[in-house]
């Protein structure tokens, strides 16, 4: 017996007992469920500017949580250790309803919601659809930091009860993202998407000979801009991590030169971990 998830265009055929390429979904029965519900890995209580958001809410605090796997394989993950992993990973069981009260009893010192970040958190739909609610209804802001691979139909789903998204807008080729398991285009269609609702800023992480050539940042920011020229691009420096342990940081001279490039066609630039 097998099932097909439908959260993202992998639209994994899963067999009873079996995980999809996210390593976070299975199957139970005959149908797809999220396994990592309430699994988290991680939690801290962050400046909203570490999401990185710059102009939401700046100054503010905002309880980040992730739990484990990811729906892409990024050689470069900066991040491994928790998107790279499966149901074995160490976690704590937390309900939609204890990560409310929590985020609640944080309001004191400065938070204004909860972030769903760290690993990739749309493949825990369902916990992030949930506790967003729940969220919503405490007065508080949900946060969501994702790679925008996901199919339309449960994304426009999540969108009412998401104030803000940083969307990882990785590279701007299809060979790129042909590298890593995704689709341009459907990242593309998400941060169109949920600019019409929601707060968005996007991330693009430069890695040294793979997406940081003067010409692709050209046309990243220009489409961006046609989009909106007030979507704030956060252009960040890779660290070598995972499989690209032998890749040098990017250059600091190189992000400078891709922001003023970017700053052509966008109002707001920001330069990372530099």
Not at 35 to 53: C, F, M, Q, V, W
Not at 98 to 123: D, F, K, S, W
Request: aromatic share 8%.
């Amino acid at each position: 017996m097998s099932a097909e998830c439908r959260i993202c265009p992998h639209h994994c055929r899963i067999e009873d007992d079996r995980l999809g390429r996210c390593r976070a979904r299975g199957a139970r029965n005959g149908e797809v469920v999220d396994l990592n519900y309430g699994r988290l890995t991680s939690a801290g209580l962050d400046p909203i500017e570490k999401k990185p958001l710059a102009r939401f809410f700046p100054g503010s605090m905002i309880l980040s949580v992730g739990s484990y796997g990811c729906n892409f394989r990024c050689g470069f993950c900066q991040n491994h250790s928790i998107s790279m992993c499966g149901p074995d990973e160490r976690y704590e069981y937390c309900s939609p309803e204890q990560l409310t009260n929590a985020a609640v009893r944080l309001v004191p010192e400065g938070n204004i919601g909860v972030a769903y970040t760290y690993n990739e958190p749309l493949i825990g739909y369902e916990f992030v659809r949930d506790t967003s609610r729940l969220i919503h209804e405490a007065g508080l802001k949900n946060v969501v930091v994702t790679n925008g691979f996901i199919n339309k139909e449960p994304l426009r789903e999540l969108l009412p009860l998401i104030d803000a998204f940083n969307i990882d807008l990785k590279a701007f080729s299809e060979e790129f993202y042909h590298r890593i398991g995704g689709r341009l285009e459907t990242v593309k269609d998400s941060i169109r998407l949920a600019c019409g609702t929601s707060h968005v800023e996007v991330t693009t992480l430069i890695v040294p000979g793979l997406n940081d050539s003067e010409t692709e940042m050209e046309a990243l920011s220009s489409w961006l801009a046609g989009v909106s020229p007030d979507i704030p691009l956060h252009i960040t420096r890779f660290f070598p991590r995972f499989e690209m342990l032998d890749t040098e940081p990017t250059p600091v001279a190189d992000i400078l030169r891709l922001a003023d490039i970017a700053r052509q066609h966008l109002r707001y630039v920001y330069e990372g971990n530099i």
